[in-house]
């Protein structure tokens, strides 16, 4: 743990106490305060299942904390003030080879959805050569998918001589840009559509990249999934029926207000680009994907070689995600996912 908790600064686990002394209880409910780093349209599934009341289904009461990054949001599970997080591979994978015992359950993303934008003096990838990146941390999930993409561009960051610059989330290398602090970063679409107004240009989409791939998700420490299975269990069946509510065609303006509202999005227009990239990157094909890990697992050992020695199958668990397979909670699941999306089911309401 004393590795770990160089990441946490006073004032951050100060304002984290006393957010968790603030907290409602709730009569019957389990209280769940899940952290993240990466503030965008990935964490969706989690603001959807909350702000809809689809934990308390399941007995939950569930709170979304945002930290600066996937360091704190590990330091954060790991000392207990928070009961589970939801990181990306990269940040678990680095937290593992630390000494962190920690296990990942579900993740609803298998795509990347972002763009490479840069100065409107950058023409193509050529000339992006020595060029400075922001990033939000060196190994975090924002760097993890900047390294995918720059890989599949057949840009190498090393022979391009690129910087990359840590600046902080999302919403401040987007205000770098636009200042024109850093020349490129590989953002979301809906911050890559505030940019392109502003001027700025796009070298590439990544909507339609083949590259095994899998995103955020509900992790924790290895002992609490061990010693409250049935909470896990509940935990996926929310996220789960968040992410089904967002496929359904008929909760668009819903959803658009949910993203609206937790990414302070100004425009319909923003807003709209948020849920749609929301929806094309969500998927019910949740069950921790060993290929994707292991291929996750080559970038982040380039930034930190032990993680090339980790047995990926002793992180992930895949027994939660097999149940709801038979238990038939999950085939319900996508029989409502492919319903959503044919208009002679909503006549039968």
């Not at 795509?111 to 934008?117: Q, V």
């Not at 057949?154 to 020349?183: C, F, H, W, Y």
């Not at 089904?244 to 609206?260: A, G, S, W, Y």
């Not at 094309?280 to 090339?308: C, G, M």
Request: aromatic residues 6%; positive net charge; glycine residues 8%.
């Amino acid at each position: 743990m004393s590795a770990l908790k160089q990441y946490w600064s006073v004032g951050g686990f100060v304002s984290l106490i006393l957010y968790l002394t603030t907290l409602p209880a709730a009569q019957g409910q389990d209280k769940l305060l899940i952290s993240y780093g990466g503030h965008n349209e990935t964490v969706g599934p989690m603001w959807v299942a909350v702000d809809r009341g689809l934990f308390k289904k399941y007995g939950l009461e569930v709170n979304m904390l945002q930290v600066r990054n996937g360091q704190v949001s590990l330091t954060a599970v790991m000392s207990g003030d928070v009961q589970a997080f939801w990181p990306a591979i990269s940040s678990v994978l680095s937290g593992v080879s630390g000494g962190a015992k920690l296990g990942c359950i579900a993740h609803p993303f298998n795509k990347i959805s972002r763009e490479l934008i840069v100065r409107k003096d950058i023409e193509s990838l050529a000339t992006l050569r020595e060029k400075i990146v922001g990033v939000q941390s060196i190994g975090g999930g924002f760097w993890l998918q900047t390294m995918i993409v720059l890989d599949r561009l057949g840009v190498d960051p090393d022979k391009s001589k690129l910087q990359m610059r840590v600046i902080g989330d999302e919403p401040t290398i987007l205000q770098a840009l636009l200042a024109s602090n850093i020349d490129a970063a590989v953002i979301t679409f809906a911050s890559a559509a505030v940019a392109k107004r502003a001027g700025l240009r796009s070298l590439a989409n990544t909507a339609d990249l083949k590259v095994p791939y899998q995103g955020v998700g509900i992790c924790t420490r290895s002992d609490r999934i061990a010693n409250s299975p049935d909470l896990m269990m509940r935990l996926v069946k929310g996220m789960i029926e968040g992410v089904v509510f967002i496929q359904d065609p008929r909760n668009k303006r819903e959803v658009m207000e949910i993203l609206r509202k937790h990414l302070r999005l100004s425009t319909d227009q923003d807003a709209e680009t948020s849920y749609s990239a929301l929806r094309t990157v969500s998927s019910l094909d949740v069950a921790p994907d060993p290929e994707a890990w292991r291929n996750i697992q080559k970038y982040v050992s380039r930034v930190t070689p032990k993680v090339a020695q980790l047995d990926i199958n002793q992180i992930i668990n895949v027994s939660f995600v097999k149940t709801l397979e038979e238990n038939g909670f999950l085939p319900e699941a996508r029989k409502s996912w492919d319903c959503n999306n044919k208009m002679e089911c909503w006549s039968n309401e």
